[in-house]
C-alpha cells in the first residue's frame, strides 16, 4: 500500500511519535520521498548522493523560530541498501498536502503572504556557531537543486505572478 519508502516513513514516524502516526501521504518532491501525516513529515533520501540533507539536519534546530516545523528527529539506515537518510519534522498547521493547485484566490495569496514572511525572517537571520560553519562549506547538491535550475525558476515564478499573488516589497518609484 505504502511501497518502501512509505513503509519506512511510516516505521520511523511510530518510532519518533511512539505511537502510530495514523494516515500518511505522500507528498510531491524533486529529490526525496516525503510523507505527512496529522503530526508528523518524513523525508527518506538516498544519503550516499545528496550530502544537502546532511546540512539541512544539521542547520534546522538553528534556524529562526516559525521559519520551518521543529525537527523531532534525524537518522540514516539501510533497508535492503541504499544507504538512506531520514529526517522527521513536526507537522505545521500550514502545511498543505493539496498545496496551493487546490487552494481558491484567498488561500494562496495567503500562502505565498506566509512564505514571504517566513523569507524575510530567513534574511533577517544571522547565523552563528556551527550554523554559520555549516554554512561555510562548499556545496555540492548533486541533485535537481542546481543554482542555474534554481535562478530560473524564481524568474519563470517572478513572470507568472506580475504582481497578482506577491506584492512587491518596495517600489522603485
Known sequence: MYGKYGRQ???IATAVLGRD???????????????VGPDVVVKVIDATRHSR???EIALA???PAGLTASLLASGYGSR?????AT???AAREDDSRDGPAGADGATACLLAEQAMQRLGGLHRWVPAG???LTLGEPLDHAGSSARPRCLAEVENLA???RGAFCRPACSTG
Do not use: I, N, Q
Open 9 to 11: 516513513a511510516r516505521d
Open 80 to 84: 535492503e541498501r541504499p544507504k538512506f
Open 61 to 63: 534546530p538553528h534556524l
Open 159 to 161: 513572470a507568472l505572478d
Open 21 to 35: 502516526p495514523g494516515p500518511m501521504a505522500a507528498a510531491d518532491s524533486l529529490s526525496h520521498h516525503v510523507y
Open 87 to 89: 529526517p522527521a519534522y
Open 130 to 132: 556551527l550554523a554559520e
Open 53 to 55: 540533507l546532511d546540512r
